[in-house]
C-alpha cells in the first residue's frame, strides 16, 4: 500500500512536471525570442522549430535542480508559513537557477551554434528572461497545473478508482 502511495505521488509530480514544462517552453521561449528578435511570424515559426530541444534542456534543469531548490526552500521558509508563500518561494528559487542556465544554453540552442555572444551579453538579458518567466511561472503555467492535477485527483476521487490516474494501474 505504501508502495502505491509513493508511485502514485511520482506519477502525479511527473504529470504536474509535463503540464508546466509544456505550458513554459510554449510561453516563454517564444516570447524571449520575439523580444530579442522582434515581433515577427518568421520569428516565432524559428522558435517552433527548436522547442522539442529547449523542452528536453527544462525537463533535464527540473531534475537537476529540484533537490538542491527543495533544500533552499525549506531554509528560507518556516514551518508555519502557508502553502501560497512556499510556492512562491520553491517558484521564485527554481526560475532563478534555471533562468541562469537557460539564459545562455537556450540562446546555443536557438542560435544553433556555441558562441561567447550569450555570455557576454548574459547581464543585459538575464533580467528580462528571469522576469518574464518568474511571471508566467507564477501566474500562468504553475496555477493551471495544480488546477488539472487538481481536477485529475478528484477524479479519481469521484470515481473510487486509481486507473484514472496519470499512470494508470491497478483499481483499488
Known sequence: MVQRKVHDKKCLCAFFVAIVSVLSVNIIAPLITCFEMGFRL????????VLPFIWLVVILL???????????????IGKGDS???????????????MSIILTVVATWIGMRQFSLMPIEQFFFNW??????????????????????????????????????????????
Open 42 to 49: 518568421a520569428t516565432w515559426r524559428q522558435t517552433l522549430e
Open 62 to 76: 527540473v531534475l537537476l535542480t529540484h533537490e538542491p531548490a527543495s533544500k533552499l526552500t525549506a531554509k528560507v
Open 83 to 97: 502553502f501560497a508563500a512556499q510556492m512562491i518561494v520553491n517558484c521564485l528559487i527554481n526560475v532563478v537557477m
Open 127 to 172: 533580467p528580462r528572461n528571469f522576469s518574464i518567466s518568474f511571471f508566467v511561472e507564477l501566474c500562468i503555467a504553475q496555477p493551471r497545473a495544480r488546477f488539472l492535477l487538481n481536477k485529475s485527483i478528484l477524479t479519481v476521487i469521484v470515481n473510487k478508482r486509481v486507473d484514472a490516474s496519470c499512470c494508470g494501474g491497478a483499481s483499488s
